[in-house]
């Protein structure tokens, strides 16, 4: 069927050179955001740095109440950790500057209901992410930390005393990936919600394969987390809960169907 007018396409054809100029002004711009992002986190790395590193400093003061450290035995590797620190600052602040500009390329050639649905997707991703992010920050973390650091083995035992060490790069290592993990995981709604959108799935067989997604949650949750339950479970639950959202978003997003067809 064709498109009614008020549906059409904004865009005005363009030769594939001004396409291709166009892209590189919008990577142009990314690329000069993620730079300015990068140099700005640089300068603040350290305190970037402390505060992705309070979690465990916290339950270290609660454990000993002494003075605690973390120590590095390569040369380069605190220089190196603080550029992973700076460059994972910009590319979380910098994000929205390159999803603005996706948009901006691809929106002309979409028609204007195209855009109205995606729009939606555009803005609930990074809220998702954020959620995700910070359930595993001022959650997760805390619970995790406290459970490694209580196998530590204290002075004055009568043992030989075990204590952590926490190597620097190790520790940003493990925190980026739980944050990059529980970030990306809280996007299925969104995906979900989109394969709803094209009638990839529907809102029925996410119902119909609810018990197996319960499953393949836990399954996910202890490949993507370290091996301790309270991560695993920490993740998993909020996935079961975001796929019961989905559920309910896809039965809202669901393409309609004609009337001749429901009877």
Known sequence: MPREEEDQIDDKP???IEHLLELRTRLLWSLGAFIIAFTVCYYFSTQI??????????????????????IFTALYEAFFTYL???FFG????SFPVWATQLWLFIAPGLYRSEKRAMLPFML????????????AYYFIFPLAWKFFISFETPPGTGALPVQLEAK?????????HMILAF????????ALTLMAKVGIVSAAGLKKGRRYAVVGMFVLAAVITPPDIISQIGLAVPLIALYEISILAAGWVAPKRDDEDKS
């Open 14 to 16: 363009m030769p594939l």
């Open 49 to 70: 740095y402390g505060f992705l590193a309070q979690p465990l400093a916290d339950i270290l003061h609660q454990q000993s109440g002494g003075e605690r450290r973390m």
């Open 84 to 86: 992973k620190v700076a």
């Open 90 to 93: 910009a590319a979380f602040i």
């Open 124 to 135: 609930a991703s990074p809220v998702l992410f954020v959620m995700g992010a910070a359930l």
């Open 168 to 176: 620097v790069s190790e520790y940003l290592s493990l925190v980026m």
């Open 183 to 190: 970030g990306v995981a809280f996007q299925m709604p969104v």
